[in-house]
């Protein structure tokens, strides 16, 4: 069954340090990938998405994740965090052949002190 | 602009009670729905997505179920609820075609007690 890993559950920085969430899944076919955010009180929301085409993509807010298809992984990064940044961010896969179901992860909490 | 609204926002239900929780979507035709549930350290939990009316696919064997009686309407429902069943649920939509986003409602926190 396909499954989305992030291994860190919860991640603690300073202001402007720099940011990389991990992100692996298990699917050996082609994927759509996605890093959604929740702010403290606000909704799901999308941050970035990957379906094809340049394996660097940009998001909302400076971020930016790269897929490595050999590493079947989607890391998630942002050179300078600010402590707006706090929140809980979560990695979903959706198979290409079955783009309606989509799995996530179980989610890494951001603190950003400042 | 497409919006989509949850409710009741929070619900306290005894044990052995029914359950109905309602999301509807507007501004779309058509959208793909879907249930999760969020309990906390545990991610999104997919438990129910449809591609349309009457159309539900079950993700996890559990004591909930879905309905969707109209396009734009997706209801989540229990005969008995148990303690293990309260969390956050949400609801959600997308427009179908392969490349999917996902736009959440604002949830609803249930408490089994």
């Known amino acids: 069954a396909q499954s989305v890993s992030q291994h860190n559950h919860h991640v603690i920085l300073s202001e402007a340090a720099s940011l990389e969430l991990g992100c692996n899944y298990s699917y050996g076919g082609t994927v759509n990938l996605f890093w959604y955010v929740q702010y403290p009180g606000q909704h799901l929301q999308l941050l970035l998405k990957y379906f094809s085409g340049d394996p660097l993509v940009k998001g909302i807010k400076g971020f930016e994740a790269e897929f490595i298809k050999s590493k079947f992984s989607f890391n998630l990064r942002k050179p300078s965090v600010q402590w707006s940044d706090t929140a809980e961010y979560f990695c979903a896969v959706s198979p290409y052949s079955s783009a309606s179901k989509i799995i996530f992860g179980s989610g890494t909490r951001l603190s950003i002190r400042p | 602009s497409q919006t989509i609204h949850q409710w009741p926002a929070t619900l306290v239900q005894p044990v052995g009670s029914p359950l109905s929780l309602e999301c509807t979507v507007e501004g779309t035709s058509n959208p793909n729905l879907y249930w999760y549930r969020q309990a906390a350290g545990r991610g999104l939990q997919l438990l129910f997505y449809?591609?349309?009316?009457?159309?539900i696919s079950s993700e996890v064997p559990q004591n909930l179920s879905a309905s969707r009686p109209q396009d734009r309407q997706f209801i989540l429902s229990s005969k008995k609820l148990l303690l293990s069943d309260s969390g956050f649920y949400l609801c959600?939509?997308?427009?179908?075609?392969?490349?999917?986003?996902?736009?959440f409602g604002p949830g609803t926190r249930l408490l089994v007690l």
């Open positions: 959600a939509w997308s427009v179908p075609g392969g490349k999917e986003t996902q736009y």
């Open positions: 449809s591609v349309g009316i009457g159309q």
